[in-house]
């Protein structure tokens, strides 16, 4: 059985950075392969970014997040970091780590994910 915790929200400006981390523990985290969802309030659940098992070499971005968020991961620490920059009030939501156990180089954009974390707030002020 594996966890996550989630680190890293905060209350920003709009134009601001933050970073997101996800620490997994648990067993085999090079075999998962990860990713950001994020909920605002009064909407559904939605995937923001993912990257494939073991060396990340494929990633996935929603689209209004392309050129301003990056995924990653660090196999050696069982972390996967969401660096958000140029931040808009948009992007205002609880924000979820996931992981799935996959068997592909694949990234999924749905919730069809294994594990989850309890999510951390991140507020952007105008």
């Known amino acids: 059985q594996g966890q996550l915790v989630e680190s890293g929200g905060g209350l920003v400006q709009g134009g601001d950075s933050l970073r997101l981390s996800c620490a997994y523990s648990?067993?085999?985290?090079?075999?998962?392969?990860m990713a950001w969802f994020r909920q605002a309030p009064g909407k559904e659940r939605e995937f923001v970014a993912g990257?494939?098992?073991?060396?990340?070499?494929?990633?996935l971005y929603k689209d209004s997040v392309k050129g301003r968020f990056t995924i990653s991961r660090d196999n050696a620490k069982n972390t996967v970091g969401l660096q958000m920059n140029s931040l808009e009030p948009e992007d205002t939501a609880v924000y979820y780590c996931a992981a799935r156990y996959s068997s592909t180089w694949g990234v999924s954009p749905h919730d069809n994910y294994d594990y989850w974390g309890q999510g951390t707030q991140v507020t952007v002020s105008s």
């Open positions: 648990g067993r085999v985290f090079s075999s998962l392969s």
């Open positions: 990257i494939s098992r073991n060396s990340g070499v494929n990633t």
